[in-house]
Structures are given as C-alpha cells and as structure tokens.
C-alpha cells in the first residue's frame, strides 16, 4: 500500500543521513500512522479547528479522529511534533477558537511549535480544473495585523512557540 511505500522511501532518506518529514491532518486509522513514525523525524499535523461540528460543516468530516491521533502520535514521543493552524476567516479566525486549538497543542506531550497559516486562494484553480465547486470563493486572506493579535493570543495563554507561515 501507499503507507508501506511512503515508510520504504523515508526508510531509505534517513539511512542516507537525511531528515523526513511529513504534513498531514492524520485522518487515517493511527496503525498506519504508527508505521510510518520509526521513518520520520518532524509530523507537521493540520489543527484546523476544536468544534467537531463546526469542522465537519467546513471540511465534511468532524474532527475526533484527528485529534485522538495527535494524542497518540505526542505519546509515542518517537518524533517531533508541530502544530499547524490555516487560519481561514468565518471559520476559525477569531481569538477564542485560536487560543482553543493552542492550548489543545499545548496539552500534547514534547509539541513546542505552533504555526499559524493564513488562509489563501492558490487551491481555488484546482477545484475549478477537476469540476469542482470552491466553496470560499469571496473570502480574502487574513491581514497580517490579525495575524499578530492571534500570536499574541497563543503566547499569552500557552508556553508554545507561534509562528506565522512557514
């Protein structure tokens, strides 16, 4: 399968001296994130918001799963982990569901890191190009001001390191 493909290839990466990462919002059953963790150094797990509902209007699946498996996955303590947050207006933009997926990350064992993502438009020509309907079409990526009040909304309420981009 795909994992077994993907651990043969960062396998082979880190036997050669290099660093292997991966980005994901670990939707998948935690064996098969289990496999892969012996070969990578750096999980970069997608947080996109705490209210399974509100996740599951806005990415049509809710969010339990995904953050079970990032319980699982800080436990292991067999890699390092860093939280990301695509910061996407009317959906998780406001400080109260910022400092909600902070201190979540917060809670997870040995996570030091937390990026915050401004949400942009570059996916829009893909759904277009496959027939598909892009939802947020209006939407405009957040100003860097916001950005800096919700980094200060992280600080102040975790010991977490917080980015914006990257």
Known sequence: GTEEDFARLCGAAKARG??????????????????LLPYLDHYLMDIK??????????????????????????????????????????????????RAIARFADGLPGVEDIYLLPYHRLGQDKYEGLGRTYELPDLLPPEQSHLERLRQEVTGCTKLRCHIGG
Not at 63 to 89: C, F, T, Y
Request: glycine share 8%; hydrophobic share 40%.
């Open 18 to 35: 290099m660093n292997t990462a991966m980005e994901s919002m670990a939707g998948l059953p935690y064996e098969k994130i289990e496999m």
């Open 49 to 98: 918001h705490m209210d399974s509902a509100k996740h599951k209007a806005f990415t049509g699946k809710g969010n339990e799963l995904m953050l079970e498996n990032a319980g699982k996955i800080a436990a292991s303590g067999q890699i390092r982990l860093s939280i990301r947050v695509p910061v996407v207006p009317t959906f998780n933009d406001t400080p109260e569901e910022i």
